[in-house]
T-cell receptor, first 112, second 115 residues
Framework: GDSVTQMEGPVTLSEEAFLTINCTYTATGYPSLFWYVQYPGEGLQLLLKATKADDKGSNKGFEATYRKETTSFHLEKGSVQVSDSAVYFCALSGDSNYQLIWGAGTKLIIKP | DARVTQTPRHKVTEMGQEVTMRCQPILGHNTVFWYRQTMMQGLELLAY????????DSGMPKDRFSAEMPDATLATLKIQPSEPRDSAVYFCASGLPQGNFYEQYFGPGTRLTVT
């Protein structure tokens, strides 16, 4: 079945560092891919999405490119801020239904 | 700014008691999802509804959990009787179909503690 694998956290970085959180997936067909962010004490928020191969999703300085050849959707940001500290979830929506398949989440800690 | 609302935000109850969690989806969204989040299991889909009809509740323990959508503005998740292992954060999300996916909007969650 479809699945999503994220790098384990926590990921700890200093402010203004470059961020990469790896996400790879297994799916049949042509899934849509998502990154959600969960700030402490809150629900998940859609951060960005890509619906077909080679699409780049971007929002709030974050980017991720849908790479079908490597089945990846890595999240990147050029310069992180303390306010980016949160848990980041990679997810996919496959062809078979509309449900989201979630990764385990990666906790990001940014130190000033 | 339309948001999904959930009540209560926090609930502490004793084992064996009934718990009801409520969700108001964003107006116009025709699909509602219920999730449970724990440290051990992560995010689990319990059930989802489209146009108020349950489409999939296979993630829900049937003997004690029930989910309903009595009208388009209210979804409920009930646990009876509650057990300590039900302690978790329960999220409701609503959405609309966008091609082959739903863009899901999450509520703030209900943090349930069963003692």
């Amino acid at each position: 079945g479809d699945s999503v694998t994220q790098m384990e956290g926590p990921v700890t970085l200093s402010e203004e560092a470059f961020l990469t959180i790896n996400c790879t997936y297994t799916a049949t067909g042509y899934p849509s891919l998502f990154w959600y962010v969960q700030y402490p004490g809150e629900g998940l928020q859609l951060l960005l999405k890509a619906t077909k191969a080679d699409d780049k999703g971007s929002n709030k300085g974050f980017e991720a490119t849908y790479r079908k050849e490597t089945t990846s959707f890595h999240l990147e940001k050029g310069s992180v801020q303390v306010s980016d500290s949160a848990v980041y979830f990679c997810a996919l929506s496959g062809d078979s239904n509309y449900q989201l398949i979630w990764g385990a989440g990666t906790k990001l800690i940014i130190k000033p | 700014d339309a948001r999904v609302t959930q009540t209560p935000r926090h609930k502490v109850t004793e084992m064996g008691q009934e718990v009801t969690m409520r969700c108001q989806p964003i107006l116009g969204h025709n699909t509602v999802f219920w999730y449970r989040q724990t440290m051990m299991q992560g995010l689990e889909l319990l059930a989802y509804f489209r146009n108020r009809a349950p489409l999939d509740d296979s993630g829900m323990p049937k003997d004690r959990f029930s989910a309903e959508m009595p009208d388009a503005t209210l979804a409920t998740l009930k646990i009876q009787p509650s057990e300590p292992r039900d302690s978790a954060v329960y999220f409701c999300a609503s959405g609309l179909p966008q091609g082959n996916f739903y863009e899901q909007y999450f509520g703030p969650g209900t943090r349930l503690t069963v003692t």
